[in-house]
Structures are given as C-alpha cells and as structure tokens.
C-alpha cells in the first residue's frame, strides 16, 4: 500500500472494533505449545508479521502449526524442539527473538537466531551472557542478533543472573526455557530495572496455563522446576496495545468505541494506559512509561491536544524498540507543528496545544518501518487536517488489519 492520508471525522467515533489477539501472549502461547508433548489449541490468535515468523520458526525446527481458521493456531509438539537446518529469521519480531534465543538451548544441535537491519541493532547481549553463564555456548560478535546457540538438549540447572534493564524479555526467555532444565532453575535479576515488569507476570502466567512450576520468591527472583510443559487449549485476549489506538481514537473524537472487552478484563500491562486517556484533556504534567512502554506513543500523541504540556519518564528502553521512539515520536511529532516534541536527555516532552485541532497543518510522518509510530500518528489525522502516513504496511507487524478497523469507523483513508 502507499502512503495513506487520514481525513478528520466530522464528529465523534462510534462503533464496535475488537482489537486482534495479543502479539505478546500469541508468540509465548506458540513457544510454550511447541515445547509441549501433544496437540494444543490456541484460540483468539494475533496472526501477524511478529506471529506468523515465530511460528514458521517453530516448524522449521519440527513443530506441526496449523491454521485452522484466521484466529487459531494448532500446535502439535514432542516436548522438544529440533535443531534447523536453517537459520531463523524473525525480521523484527522482539519476542520471538529474545524466547528463541534462550529457547535455542535445549535443542540438540546449532542455531542462528537472525532478523532484519532493525532487529540487528536491538541489544541481546544481556540474554547471551546468560546462557553462557549456564554453560551454553551462545555467541552474537554485534552484541545484537544474530545469534548462535549451540544447543545441548537441555536448559541447565541452577541459578543465571540476568541484567532486564534494556528488556524484560529477557527475563521472560529464561522463564520459559527453564522448564527444559534438568534441575531447578533460579533466575535472579540483577541491576534495578526490568523495564515492563507486569510482561514478566503474563510469561508466569502463560507457563502456568501450560503446566509449568515457576515461584517468584521476592521481587527480582524466580525459582522454576525442571517439570517439561503440558499441550492444552488456550484462549488469547485481545492485544491491549492495539486497544490503546481505539480508547485514544474514543476519547480525541469524544466519541466511544465498542471493543467488545471491558477495560477492566485485560491482563497485558498496556491496559493501564486506559486509566491515563480516560483523563484526557487533562493528562498530568508527568507520566511515567516504564510500565506501558509500548503505549508511550498513543499517549504522546494524545498530549498533543492536551490542556497542558506532558513530560514522559521512565522511557529510555524506547531507544531499543523497533525504532529510537523517543527520537521518532519528537521528530513526527515537530514535523507537525515545530517544537510540539522534544527530547530532554532520555524524557520526552510534548508541549500540549489544544488548538491544534481542526488546524490543517500537512506532514508526511515517516513511520521509521515501526508499527506504531504509523498507528499513533494516524490518530493526529483524526484532528489535524493534512496527516500522510507513510509505509502504512508497516502496521502488519501487529495490527494488519488497523486500516479497516478506522475504515469501519467511517474514517476516511485514502490513498496519498
Ligand atoms: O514481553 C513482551 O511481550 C513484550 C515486552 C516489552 O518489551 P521489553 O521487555 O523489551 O521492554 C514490549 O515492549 C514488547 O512489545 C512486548
Ligand atoms: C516493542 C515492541 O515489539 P517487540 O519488542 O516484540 O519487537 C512493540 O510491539 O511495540
């Protein structure tokens, strides 16, 4: 698709949109049914760039997926994963690099863990230096992917200390290769940070759901017994933050959109966004991201036809995502209306101007190939007049079917 323009609604948004399932709990729920004796079934599925790679990983290295219908995965495992003859390519999938990584380890042979030029500068050095201290032989010259596990069928025992502070996936991939142990395992934090910590309780939560013992001892410690994972059927909620596009379309247009799940029934951390938009005009001067990391640019977005200037802290892990998003979000956002995004060391400050709306005001936002630089900007064009979203495929990473979704709400997008 080329560059879209969003044309602003005339009045408020109604209608019902269900957000696609969660990209988070999908990729855990494929790796936990793939290392998994049996069939499982997994319903409400995000089928996505970030998903479908995962999962063709998991066939490469012997795993039956099916698909069933557009929602579901059916994931035949042997309680193993086999060595591929190939290397894996995860294009700029987070999650599915971090888990395979530690994942890696308990297959009986070599892996390459690889993604694209984006993914290849996101930092995995923290999770080698892990492994390795298990005594896996785990090697990534760049400090970023890709990486090379020679696996040895088995996850070790004993303690790892991880430093989660650029990424709590980390965390979560030593979680869910722990299992494959032949001990117990005891992962302790170190450093102060673990940047999202409510995604390490969803990966609990998730390996709980497939049979596995895991105890968080006290706040940077998890103790997880060598008990292999049990197939089951698993239901997937909706991706929270794909929800936050649709609360912040509600609450700019002031209209409401029917998500068809409460606030309330969301466990994934961006959930907690919705408590911020609901303030909306009235965001607080200072909004701490550290534990809705990915809803940061929905919500700076929202600043921008605030009453008041917003200050977004506790963010430095956005420099690592699929972009710099602190760096994205301040230059899109400036592009609009100089000076409407800076940065402040690692803070970004949006200096909130409610007469922005209705404005015509044309830019062509570069999406920096991130999914949600193209979603949150789109919610500019609802207010702005003159809002070009390029590479609006980009969205395909999580959300291919956002376009529609605005569309369905009489949202006009159109080619540019
Ligand atoms: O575990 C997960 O599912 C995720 C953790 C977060 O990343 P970091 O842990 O790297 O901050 C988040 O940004 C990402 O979209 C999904
Ligand atoms: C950071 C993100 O993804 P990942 O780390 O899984 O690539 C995201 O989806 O915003």
């Not at 005009?281 to 921008?304: H, K, R």
Request: contains cysteine; charged residues 20%; aromatic residues 6%.
């Amino acid at each position: 698709m080329r560059a879209v323009r969003i044309v602003p609604p005339q009045g408020p948004l109604y209608g019902r949109v269900t957000p696609p399932g969660s990209k988070s709990i999908t990729n855990r729920a494929l790796l936990l049914a793939a290392l998994a004796k049996g069939r499982s079934v997994l319903t409400g599925a995000l089928k996505s760039k970030d998903t479908i790679l995962m999962s063709a990983a998991l066939r490469q290295m012997g795993v039956e997926v099916n698909e069933p219908d557009a929602t579901t995965f059916e994931v035949i495992g042997s309680g193993r994963l086999e060595a591929p003859s190939q290397p894996l390519f995860l294009g700029n999938a987070g999650t599915a690099v971090r888990f395979l990584t530690a994942a890696a380890a308990t297959v009986d042979g070599a892996v390459i863990v690889d993604g694209d030029e984006h993914m290849r500068k996101r930092p995995i050095a923290p999770l080698v230096a892990a492994l390795r201290s298990l005594g896996i032989v785990a090697n990534a010259p760049t400090d970023c992917p890709p990486v090379t596990i020679q696996g040895r069928g088995s996850f070790g025992s004993g303690r790892v200390e991880i430093d989660a502070g650029l990424s709590s996936q980390y965390v979560s991939a030593l979680l869910m290769a722990a299992p494959l142990g032949d001990g117990p395992i005891e992962i302790a934090l170190t450093g102060p940070d673990i940047g999202a910590r409510g995604y390490v309780n969803l990966t609990v939560a998730a390996m709980k759901a497939f049979g596995a013992e895991v105890d968080q001892k006290d706040e940077a410690t998890w103790f997880v017994l060598p008990t292999g994972y049990h197939a089951t059927d698993f239901a997937i909620e909706p991706d929270a933050s794909a929800a936050t596009y649709l609360w912040a379309a509600s609450a700019l247009t002031g209209g409401d959109i029917d998500l068809g799940v409460p606030m309330d029934a969301f466990t994934q951390p961006d959930a907690e966004a919705a408590r911020y938009i609901s303030m909306f005009p009235n965001l607080p001067p200072v909004i701490d991201g550290s534990q809705i990391q990915d809803a940061v640019p929905t919500l700076a977005v929202l600043a921008a036809f605030n009453n008041k200037p917003v200050r977004f802290v506790g963010i430095s892990n956005l420099r690592v995502k699929e972009c710099d998003r602190i760096s994205a979000v301040a230059t899109e956002l400036s592009r609009i209306r100089p000076g409407l995004g800076t940065e402040d060391g690692d803070d970004l400050i949006v200096a909130a101007d409610p007469a922005l709306a209705g404005q015509t005001l044309p830019a062509d936002i570069e999406t920096y190939a991130d999914h949600r630089i193209a979603m949150s900007f789109a919610l500019a064009g609802l207010k702005i007049n003159g809002i070009t979203i390029l590479d609006p495929n980009c969205v395909g990473k999580t959300y291919p079917g956002y376009w529609d979704a605005l569309r369905s709400l009489d949202v006009e997008v159109d080619p540019a």
